[in-house]
């Protein structure tokens, strides 16, 4: 294959990505040019219904956006395995393991067929690196998000503490 071949078919491959990506709220504060670029980062992942996507304890520093389906959140303790969660379209899930790199506080398994794309925290540098703006931009929106987490979780931990 010819490399003008090779290009028309990544570049075609990417704005799949974009379009898929772009259909998300998570994107929704991005442009289009933005979300292609983030695309040429990710790695897009098919994960069938039982499908572990990630195991509690592992250490991986990503991020992983689901595009399509959902995914149930997983602790255990004391032997015995909780949800604690149900993630669907467009939330995201390792924003702490992407920044600091310790193991996944719990797993996630596939509650029906989903599609998920992860950007590495190598992938976030390379973003950073090539297109410093729109770095700033994706850390602005993880520090949004953990912000989001850690005021429902401190809600919560406020009731349980009322009880």
């Not at 040429?40 to 956006?65: D, M």
């Not at 992407?98 to 590495?120: Q, T």
Request: aromatic residues 8%.
């Amino acid at each position: 294959m010819s490399s003008a071949a090779e290009k028309k078919l990544a570049y075609e491959k990417y704005v799949k990505y974009a379009q898929i990506l772009e259909k998300t709220k998570w994107a929704a504060e991005f442009t289009w040019e933005d979300i292609r670029n983030i695309c040429h980062y990710i790695r897009p992942v098919r994960a069938k219904k039982g499908a572990v996507v990630f195991k509690e304890g592992e250490r991986e520093e990503s991020l992983g956006i689901i595009v399509k389906g959902a995914i149930d959140i997983l602790k255990e303790s004391d032997g015995e395995i909780k949800k604690i969660a149900c993630l669907k379209d467009s939330q995201t899930f390792g924003e702490m393991a992407l920044l600091d790199g310790e193991p996944r506080s719990a797993s996630g398994v596939a509650c029906e067929d989903s599609i998920i794309f992860f950007l590495s925290k190598d992938g976030l540098l390379e973003i950073a690196a090539d297109h410093p703006k729109l770095g700033f931009q994706i850390l602005w929106k993880i520090s949004k998000l953990i912000s989001q987490h850690l005021r429902k979780t401190t809600g919560r931990l406020v009731d349980y503490m009322e009880r």
